[in-house]
């Protein structure tokens, strides 16, 4: 069993496997009190402490896992260089007022190879799917184990990953899960960052570099309500794009959120949402902007 950190005294209890959490539920089960969940990988910033104050707000029960799940990381690379900080993030979420804290090892998530396989459909074809071979299904593996494990009645995401919200939002309904999932706003930095884990590996250089991706978010939403069309707004960023040295953009998409299809128009009646993924120097990045008249 993994040690936690000495340097603090939890109030939180932090619980490894199954097994520890079914005892620990079975306490407060004939209590009939609500349980929420929020899924994390670890390297909590504050957008992670969004969703924590919602489902500490939301919940009588407040759960948070850590866990960095090896199999929806299509390249090996981002997956060892993922960062870590447990001590740090525990430390946050003590101070947030969190109850339990589940921290799994990959033997305990895994105890053997997994033969499942999701297949989400057209929404992971595009976009983050197409450029990230394995990742949806790895997302709805772990989100299924840990909603089966925890058995919350809320489960906390952020609209960040706006693909993955479309693609948990299936696995949800198709499998009858009865759980309801709250959809957090993006935090941003001042000047307009969305805040990701992986911004800690980017370069004092790279970090105003990457700034390119919000910016031509905004630049698109100011242009299509003033009456561009679409197709001339995203060829326009892309050649922004290029003439952005260290920056390589992957996609820059007109999308339908609830059912993730992708737009050729842009409608100001309908609801639709920008999404972008780009690597900054060697790190890669994602975002989205919800595009509201």
Not at 2 to 30: C, D, K
Not at 138 to 153: A, C, R, T, Y
Not at 206 to 216: A, T
Not at 220 to 227: D, S, V, Y
């Amino acid at each position: 069993m993994r040690q936690l950190p000495q340097a603090i005294s939890y109030r939180m209890q932090v619980f490894y496997t199954g097994a520890e959490w079914a005892t620990i539920r079975s306490n407060f089960h004939a209590e009939n009190l609500s349980i929420g969940l929020v899924p994390t990988m670890g390297a909590l910033h504050e957008g992670h402490l969004d969703l924590v104050a919602q489902c500490v707000k939301a919940s009588t029960i407040s759960v948070v896992s850590i866990f960095v799940n090896p199999i929806q990381f299509n390249n090996p690379e981002d997956f060892e260089k993922y960062p870590s900080s447990l001590q740090e993030d525990l430390e946050l979420l003590e101070k947030a007022g969190v109850d339990y804290v589940f921290v799994p090892e990959v033997k305990t998530m895994y105890p053997q190879e997994t033969k499942l396989r999701f297949d989400f459909g057209s929404v992971e074809r595009i976009l983050e799917g197409a450029f990230r071979p394995g990742h949806f299904n790895g997302v709805g593996i772990i989100v299924s184990k840990l909603f089966n494990i925890i058995q919350p009645d809320l489960a906390f995401f952020g609209q960040k990953d706006l693909q993955q919200v479309a693609v948990i939002k299936r696995l949800v309904q198709d499998l009858s899960f009865p759980i309801e999932l709250k959809i957090v706003p993006t935090r941003r930095e001042t000047d307009g960052l969305a805040l990701s884990s992986r911004n800690r590996r980017l370069s004092p250089e790279d970090r105003k570099k990457c700034l390119i991706l919000y910016e031509s978010m905004i630049l698109a939403q100011k242009e299509l309500f003033e009456g561009k069309k679409w197709l001339e707004v995203q060829g326009e960023i892309s050649q922004n794009f290029k003439h952005c040295e260290g920056v390589e953009l992957e996609y820059f998409e007109l999308v339908e959120p609830d059912q993730f299809e992708l737009l050729n128009e842009f409608d100001p009646n309908q609801k639709v949402s920008i999404c972008v993924a780009a690597y900054v120097g060697p790190v890669r990045l994602i975002d989205n902007l919800p595009l509201n008249a």
